[in-house]
């Protein structure tokens, strides 16, 4: 062998690397050129997981923050046999299996979805955070590590300050980040954007930090070995790399560190795409093929890490048949499976705001699932899920007994850890911070979405009706933003989220049912600050009847042949039902209300059961504190919609309520005056 087999397997990932950019004329080849080594390395030698089982729940996990290095991923996992030749080959392309972005496959070893930087390490935190929580239930023996891979533009990135932190402070052991060092990003070299000390700044967090050749195969292991060892701290291991390690230019010389190397085929640059495969010791022939040593390599890596699973199973059957009552409920926690929950017996005052009402759900939440990770952004007596807090208590260093993360003022990270701990599996997160700061969160919303993770957003505060805040603190287009993703699909070809703005305490109830239900979409309750007057029961139950939320949709008040009918959620329900009794009472109006809770969910209805609720040939008035075009699909082109159409004011919330035209005689007023263009 003339190679050394390690350098050989790194050269392998490196040219396949480059065959995949230069035939999709597409991608970024000098990264996973610089990273080859760490990834051969921690993959064949570190990296414990069952290739005959790979949804194994308590294998180690590999967290991707670059996903643009998607080709270091996949030429990794093709050498494991994850991938077929033509899957490399078809990189890029319509149908394939290896996207430009890596996408959530665990049948191929791609744990999440990544390509926003900043956000793939910091779902990694949240894996690591949902190991601890489990550990600390169940024992020692789960003991599975959480891996990071990082690169210039994702420690740049703002939410890698609130992932240091959180991390740090919580003491995460078992996570552990390799920062692909290169110096090089896509436009520029990094001394142009920045000159921070980045060990020292991961250090004041509480990290522990080694730096190491990232080439040198002896340092790596060295630095994998230590990681592993430590028990106090996450490790952050900067590797020092070259962008673009073993391109060669036409005249033989090496071309490598160049800028031009990050975001194009490298036959574009000043390196020759043939003698470069020819250095890495490919065929220009067939640059998808796997070297015949490499091949052989892996196939005894396979082997070994089959083994090394097998044992590993074998000391928690042990345990499993020691811990018959505490192995059953892991399983019922991996099986995502809920517990009977009896929602009609959480009682509420009268009148109250539905973030109050949402914190008598999570209260009962607290004491009947012990599978949920509740966290908050520094707001947690403000959006009221310290209602779940008092029945539990906050998960510190060293004590992951509890089930509340107290994220601090960092949005999107805590939504970022959310998605990583519904991707690690056995727990339900559920994040909350005010609706207006949803704008921090929508990256990973999206994200949420796109991986289909039943995360569970609580946003309080829903409308203008905060009040004496301002306009910087009151959603006016928020909600119009959010139900644009009830109008999305996802892959699966199903609604990309659920929105739902409960009218009152019983629909609250009935919203967080839907939520914990709904485990393969994200889901957000937007809650009011202020009271709600309750919606009149129309039989014996007004819980029984705000069942009928589920279809998304459904009459509060209903008459027959009704003059109108007044469509709205939320607080303006009950808006609407004052305005209703003036327009009886002194007009002699017939009057029907709906509270259409999720438009996502009633378009999802069949269209008879929608003309019941929403009739098309009847007048059709919305209401809503939001954009107009909350309502105006649901209402259509005959119908009005009352909205609000600028930003807020600082001002008690009765009086924005008249100074904008939402109380019941207003209310009113504008229906008569569209009665009278019908």
Request: aromatic share 8%; net charge negative.
């Amino acid at each position: 062998m003339s190679k050394d087999i390690n350098l050989q397997a790194a050269d392998n990932i490196r040219a396949l690397a480059v065959a995949m950019v230069e035939k999709a004329k597409s991608g970024h080849p000098g990264g996973p050129m610089g990273g080859a080594d760490f990834m051969h390395i921690l993959y064949s030698e570190f990296f414990n997981y069952d290739p005959s089982d790979m949804a194994w729940p308590f294998r180690d996990r590999f967290f991707m923050d670059a996903g643009h290095l998607s080709t270091l991923m996949y030429a990794q996992y093709y050498l494991l046999g994850n991938y077929e030749k033509d899957d490399v080959a078809n990189f890029r392309q319509w149908g394939s299996i290896t996207p430009g972005h890596p996408e959530v496959d665990v049948a191929r070893g791609i744990e999440n979805t990544s390509g926003p930087l900043g956000q793939g390490h910091t779902m990694g935190v949240g894996a690591a955070i949902a190991t601890k929580f489990l550990a600390a239930r169940f024992g020692d023996w789960m003991n599975h590590k959480v891996y990071g891979f990082i690169s210039d533009g994702g420690i740049q990135e703002e939410i890698s300050q609130g992932a240091g932190r959180i991390a740090g402070h919580l003491g995460l052991s078992n996570f552990i980040m390799f920062f692909d060092s290169n110096d090089i990003q896509l436009s520029t070299s990094t001394d142009e954007v920045t000159s921070e000390d980045t060990a020292a700044k991961y250090e004041a967090w509480g990290w522990k930090v080694v730096t190491i050749d990232g080439h040198n195969h002896d340092e790596i292991r060295k630095a994998l070995t230590d990681a592993n060892n430590e028990t106090e701290k996450p490790t952050l291991i900067i590797g020092k790399t070259i962008m673009g390690k073993g391109c060669v230019a036409a005249d033989g010389s090496m071309f490598e560190g160049y800028c031009e190397l990050h975001g194009q085929p490298i036959g574009a640059t000043g390196a020759d795409y043939e003698k470069t495969l020819v250095n890495l010791g490919a065929s220009i022939e067939n640059p998808f093929d796997i070297f015949d040593d490499v091949s052989a390599f892996y196939k005894d890596v396979l082997k070994e890490k089959t083994a090394k699973a097998a044992e590993k199973k074998a000391v928690i059957n042990a345990w499993r048949k020691d811990n018959e009552a505490l192995a059953n409920k892991l399983d019922f926690f991996l099986s995502g499976k809920l517990p009977e929950l009896d929602f009609e017996s959480i009682e509420h005052k009268a009148g109250i705001a539905s973030r109050a009402a949402s914190s008598n759900v999570l209260a009962y939440l607290a004491e009947n699932v012990e599978n949920m990770i509740v966290s908050s952004a520094d707001l947690s007596n403000s959006d009221k899920t310290d209602g779940f807090l008092k029945k539990s208590s906050a998960l510190q260093k060293g004590d992951f007994s509890g089930s509340f993360l107290q994220a601090g003022v960092a949005e999107l990270t805590m939504a970022c850890i959310a998605n990583g701990i519904a991707l690690h599996g056995g727990i339900i997160p559920v994040v909350a911070t005010f609706f207006v700061f949803s704008d921090y969160m929508k990256p990973a919303i999206r994200l949420s979405g796109i991986q289909e993770l039943g995360v569970k957003y609580v946003w309080t505060h829903d409308a203008f009706r905060v009040g004496e805040d301002g306009p910087t603190h009151q959603p006016v287009e928020q909600e119009a933003q959010i139900r644009l993703l009830e109008k999305l699909k996802n892959h699966s070809g199903k609604n990309s989220f659920l929105a739902m703005r409960p009218a009152d305490s019983a629909e609250t109830s009935v919203a967080w049912k839907m939520a914990l239900e709904n485990t393969n979409s994200p889901s957000g309750l937007i809650l009011s600050r202020q009271g709600i007057k309750d919606i009149p029961a129309q039989g014996e139950s007004r819980y029984q009847e705000a069942l009928a939320a589920e279809k998304g949709g459904y009459l509060v008040k209903e008459v027959e042949n009704p003059d109108v009918v007044l469509v709205a959620n939320g607080s303006e329900v009950a808006t609407l039902l004052e305005a209703a009794e003036i327009l009886e009472g002194k007009e002699n109006l017939k009057v029907s209300i709906a509270s259409v809770i999720s438009e996502g969910v009633f378009r999802n209805q069949s269209k008879a059961y929608q003309e019941s609720v929403i009739p098309n040939n009847t007048p059709l008035f919305g209401l809503t504190a939001g954009l107009p075009v909350n309502l105006e699909g649901l209402v259509g082109a005959n119908g009005k919609v009352f909205g609000l159409e600028h930003f807020g004011y600082s001002a008690p919330a009765t009086v924005l309520d008249d100074k904008f035209g939402f109380t019941g005689e207003k209310v009113s007023k504008q229906v008569l005056e569209y009665l009278q263009t019908v």
